[in-house]
Nanobody, 126 residues
Framework: QVRLVESGGGLVQAGGSLRLSCAVS????????VAWFRQASGKEREFVAA????????VYNDSVRGRFTIARDNDKKTVSLQMNNLNLDDTGAYYC???????????????????WGQGTQVTVSS
């Protein structure tokens, strides 16, 4: 059974930091690309960041580049998202997702990912 379990969300003031983590099981993690998406209330899910299994491609949404850092640990089968200088627009549910080898669509597209976690809520207050 494939499981992706996010943790680390919470309430933080604008300008603060949070570190999200996602533990993955049930797949050969070191050959899958992984990503973070987020969804604000009333909005569509949007791409945040992705990292390929070889780490030869790390992609960020323009709105988070320079503030967020995605990383993976293949030994621990985890992917993290370090989020700094958070602002109100970063509020939402954050989901990690796993993309199989040879997936058809781009890293930034949600339909490229086969497995998803349940999400962890990030709320940024002013």
């Amino acid at each position: 059974q494939v499981r992706l379990v996010e943790s680390g969300g919470g309430l933080v003031q604008a300008g603060g930091s949070l570190r999200l983590s996602c533990a993955v099981s049930g797949i050969t993690f070191n050959i899958w690309s992984v990503a973070w998406f987020r969804q604000a209330s009333g909005k569509e899910r949007e791409f945040v960041a992705a990292i390929t299994y070889t780490e030869d491609a790390i992609v960020y949404n323009d709105s988070v580049r320079g503030r967020f850092t995605i990383a993976r640990d293949n030994d621990k089968k985890t992917v993290s998202l370090q989020m700094n200088n958070l602002n109100l627009d970063d509020t939402g549910a954050y989901y990690c997702a796993a993309r199989p080898p040879g997936a058809r669509y781009r890293l930034t597209l949600s339909n490229s990912y086969d497995y998803w976690g349940q999400g962890t809520q990030v709320t940024v207050s002013s």
